[in-house]
Structure formats: structure tokens, C-alpha cells
């Protein structure tokens, strides 16, 4: 007996490892956002509460869709199971948000793993979605940015404890220069991210732009 190949986010046959319906149905950003971290807003705004009063290294964030539904499952196969398989299709349902930064970067680097971490899982989810983008956009991959220190789970953490964090945990191990797209699976509060944007600064790059696949819907703020 054969099986018939499934689509590997909802489970029905389909010879894609992402499916049409899975593709058409992945909760896009668009309309209004914050013009610094990209977080959906009910009318544009150049800084949301939540940027107010912060120190952001990073130029802008976008990311392509809300961590939810059929992008929340694709993320976490993306990270657990099917990495390899699945960075293509979530690299090109980022790169029309990465479309109106494209010619003004250098080079792409990713939110990096410790050692330990990424040979536990086999790849580092990030990195194989900046390679695509690399591929995509003909760009060259930067990979100095390292993960010094595992930091406890960020999960269930408020933005000040996150901050304090990740401080310390990333460092640049080459020299760096030019504009940086840092690409990274979620956005959550942006500390980590944060956090990378200013090592990548302080080792010489002029300007780090963020995108992500994904970012959680904030509610209260
Ligand atoms: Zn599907
Ligand atoms: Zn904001």
C-alpha cells in the first residue's frame, strides 16, 4: 500500500510539504502597523507604546504574519520537525515583507543558537530562512553572530526581565560592516533581537533592519 504525501500543516494530501489552502490561508500583516516594530495597529503610528521610551537598535522590524492559526503550526514544524522542508515556503511568505529593505541591505545574519542547542536540533530554524532570503534576494550570509549563554526560557517573562536576559548572551566573532538584515521565527517583545542589533552595532555594522516570520498579537497595549 502507498500513502499519498500529506501537507505536513493540516494533514490532507497534497504533494506540496505546505498546501494551497495552508499558503492562502496564512495570517498576513497588512494595513496599519507601527512604522518601528511593525506591530499591527488600528492606524499607523511611528512609535506604539510599547517602542515609546525604549532604546531600539534596530532601524525597523516587519514581519509577515500573526503568530496564529495555520503560521503558529508552520513555525513550530519549522523549528521541531521539518525545518529543512519547510524554510522555503516561509521564506518566500516573508520576502514581500522584506521587498521595501531589500536593495538597501548588505548582508542577512539570523538570531543564532548556543552550539549546544543547535546540534541538539539538527539546524537552527532561523538560519535556513535567512539562507533562502540570501538565495532570493542575492545577498551575502554574515555568520559572526554567535550565542555565547543559554538564558533561561523567555516564555513567561515580562519586557524588563527579558531584557536583562538577554544581555550577554550574543556576541560578534568577526568584524561586520554595511546595513544587516537580521532575520529571526518570532517576534515577542523584540528584546532578542534588540539585543543582537546592538552587538551587531557596537562590531561596526552602520544600520540592522529586523524581520521575522511571525510576530505574537499583543493584547492590551
Ligand atoms: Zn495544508
Ligand atoms: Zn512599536
Do not use: W
Amino acid at each position: 500500500m502507498v500513502f499519498p504525501p500529506r501537507c505536513r500543516i493540516c494533514k490532507k494530501p497534497s504533494v506540496d510539504i505546505m498546501c494551497l489552502d495552508c499558503l492562502a490561508t496564512l495570517p498576513r500583516i497588512s494595513g496599519s502597523i507601527c512604522v518601528k516594530c511593525g506591530k499591527p495597529t488600528l492606524r499607523e503610528v511611528g512609535e506604539c507604546r510599547e517602542c515609546t521610551g525604549r532604546r531600539l537598535y534596530f532601524s525597523f522590524a516587519r514581519s509577515g504574519g500573526i503568530y496564529a492559526g495555520v503560521l503558529k503550526d508552520a513555525i513550530h514544524e519549522l523549528k521541531f520537525k521539518n525545518g529543512k522542508k519547510l524554510a522555503p515556503y516561509l521564506a518566500k511568505f516573508i520576502s514581500s515583507a522584506a521587498s521595501d529593505i531589500a536593495d538597501d541591505i548588505d548582508l542577512v545574519t539570523f538570531v543564532p543558537l548556543t552550539k549546544r542547542k543547535e546540534a541538539r536540533r539538527g539546524y537552527n530554524q532561523s538560519r535556513l530562512i535567512a539562507e533562502e532570503l540570501c538565495l532570493g534576494l542575492s545577498k551575502g550570509l554574515f555568520t559572526g553572530l554567535i550565542k555565547i549563554k543559554e538564558v533561561p526560557e523567555q516564555n513567561k517573562l515580562g519586557l524588563n526581565e527579558r531584557t536583562r536576559n538577554v544581555k550577554r548572551a550574543f556576541a560578534v566573532s568577526s568584524p561586520v560592516k554595511g546595513k544587516i538584515l537580521l532575520v529571526d521565527d518570532v517576534y515577542t517583545t523584540g528584546s532578542t533581537v534588540n539585543e543582537c542589533a546592538r552587538q551587531l552595532k557596537k562590531s561596526g555594522a552602520s544600520e540592522v533592519f529586523v524581520l521575522t516570520i511571525a510576530r505574537t498579537p499583543l493584547t492590551g497595549r
